[in-house]
C-alpha cells in the first residue's frame, strides 16, 4: 500500500483516507465542523500518518473549542510534515487562544 502519502492526501483518488478528508475538508468550508470531525477521524483511523487529517481535525476541534485536543493534532501533523505552515499558523492561533507563547512542538524537525 505506497499509494498512501504520510504529509498530504494521496494521490489515489480510490484511497479511502484520501476521500474522507476531502469530504472532510469540504464540509469544514460549509461550517459543518461535527461532521468534518468525525469524516477526519475515521480517515485517521485508515491511515494515522495523514498530515492534513490531523490538520483539518485539528482546525475543526479549534473551531468548536477544543483548543487543547486541536494542539496535539496540529503537533501530530507537523511531526508528519515539519513543513507544514497551514499547521504552524493553526498550531500558533490556538496557542494564542490559550493565552500561551509558542514553543516548538515536540518531535518538530524531522522524527
Known sequence: M?????????PNKRDPAATLTRMGDAL???????LAMRHYAEALHINP???RAHNGLAAALAKQGE???????????????PGDNKAREGREAA???MGQSTPTPVGDGGS
Open 2 to 10: 505506497s499509494s498512501r502519502s504520510s504529509k498530504g492526501v494521496s
Open 28 to 34: 469544514m468550508k460549509k461550517g459543518r465542523f461535527e
Open 49 to 51: 500518518d495523514l498530515a
Open 67 to 81: 483548543i487543547k485536543e486541536a494542539i496535539g493534532h496540529y503537533d501530530k501533523a507537523l511531526r508528519i510534515d
Open 95 to 97: 496557542l494564542r487562544r
